[in-house]
């Protein structure tokens, strides 16, 4: 051979060494997974110590745990670095390696206080008032709870997405629809007094639930994609929740369903009448009040709304409240008025104003506070899962606002 053709197949031999040195410190080939062993890419977290490092067909299926990271909140085991395939078993004993998925720990107080608020002429703002949160109350889909909620089976989907609140004697009551259009909404129970979770009911698959009201009766719910109300016996909630031994029940067939003439967005009971209002973003909303006989809702009564609205209540001085929100990164603002007939008079033109941090929902009125949920924390706003970006001021509690630091502070 000569000395050429030598040196030729010799610097190509040395070329295919060097590149697959190169590929082994890229891809890690030296690092063969073999069969039911388990890799954790942990980012910076620790790993429970109830993870297993391999397994076996006997043990099959594992749970896998949560693993913690100071300042973070874990946000689900992955099976690519994209987080793109979730996983929660081991369900058999192919070699995986597995991501931890992290986000930032949400802190309301802090996201009040450091808002960006627009502060126009006249208008309060939340961080300047008296409020607190609901501290010991998880809703639905809160990044800190909603992977053990989806594995305690509180819910039938991880993805909830809270809409709606109300507060009855026994129980406040949040609604919320699934992100997944083939999984169930659900209405869950917090025990009126110390705020633990009770049960969750399963509402309607491919809905966007909206509002929820109590009549003293009964409760009713906004279905904002059928143009329909549902309504469900109040002592049929409180005695299957006192029965039950399941955390979850579906109870979509248990609703008597009735329509209306505009989108029902929020929903209040006032004055023997069940009002509900349509949501528009650009264009004034609508409130219909409707008279309930016991067979069909009838419309009585129609004023505009301004836009934006998500929520609406009254309080015991007969003071209207509208939550308006629009927007993960835009002000949500509470409209406060003296009563219904200014609000039906003079709807742009607030007795007050409250500017507070994005995604304001349903609100309630109780013992001089008003409740505002937010949406949020969400999967789809706290972590931008629909591809439009990440809520910078999230909320994951429940507010509770003084009336009274509104009014006279």
């Not at 016996?233 to 209306?260: H, M, W």
């Not at 409707?290 to 419309?299: C, H, I, M, P, V």
């Amino acid at each position: 051979m000569k000395v050429k053709e030598t040196c030729i197949i010799a610097c190509f031999v040395i070329a295919l060494l060097g590149m697959r040195q190169t590929l082994e410190a890229k891809w890690g080939l030296e690092d063969v997974i073999e069969k039911g062993q388990i890799l954790y890419e942990l980012g910076g977290g620790s790993n429970s110590i109830l993870n297993p490092e391999s397994v076996t067909e006997d043990e099959l299926p594992i749970l896998l745990k949560n693993p913690k990271r100071e300042g973070y909140l874990f946000g689900g085991w992955y099976l690519d670095e994209n987080w793109e395939e979730r996983i929660y078993r081991i369900e058999d004993t192919g070699g995986k390696r597995l991501y931890a998925k992290w986000n930032l720990c949400i802190e309301p107080n802090r996201n009040v206080q450091e808002y960006p608020y627009k502060a126009k002429d006249g208008d309060l703002l939340l961080k300047d008032l008296t409020y607190s949160f609901l501290y010991e109350l998880e809703t639905p889909g809160n990044p800190g709870t909603r992977i053990q909620d989806l594995l305690q089976q509180k819910y039938a989907s991880e993805y909830q997405c809270p809409q709606g609140l109300c507060i009855t004697p026994d129980y406040i009551i949040v609604s919320s629809y699934a992100l997944e259009e083939d999984k169930l909404g659900a209405l869950t129970l917090y025990d009126r007094t110390s705020h633990t979770y009770i049960m969750s009911f399963g509402m309607e698959a491919d809905s966007h639930l909206g509002g929820i009201a109590y009549d003293g009766k009964a409760l009713w719910i906004c279905h904002s994609n059928s143009k329909e109300v549902e309504r469900i016996s109040y002592a049929f909630i409180k005695k299957l929740a006192g029965v039950s031994r399941q955390n979850f029940i579906d109870i979509t067939s248990c609703f008597e369903r009735y329509p209306v003439d505009n989108t029902p967005s929020a929903i209040a009971c006032m004055d023997g009448q069940i009002y509900v209002a349509t949501h528009h973003v650009y264009t004034p909303g609508i409130l219909c009040a409707y008279t309930y006989d016991g067979k069909s809702l009838t419309a009585d009564k129609k004023c505009l709304l301004p836009p934006k609205v998500q929520g609406i209540c009254r309080d015991e001085a007969g003071r209207v409240f509208l939550s308006l929100s629009y927007g993960r990164n835009q002000s949500s603002y509470l409209n406060i008025y003296s009563d219904m007939d200014h609000l039906q008079k003079n709807f742009w033109t607030p007795s007050a104003r409250v500017e507070m941090p994005p995604g304001s929902e349903a609100i309630a009125v109780e013992n001089g506070l008003c409740y505002v949920l937010f949406e949020t924390a969400s999967y789809k706003y706290f972590e931008g899962s629909d591809g439009k970006g990440t809520c910078k001021y999230p909320l994951d509690k429940i507010l509770l606002l003084s009336e009274e630091s509104i009014f006279y502070d």
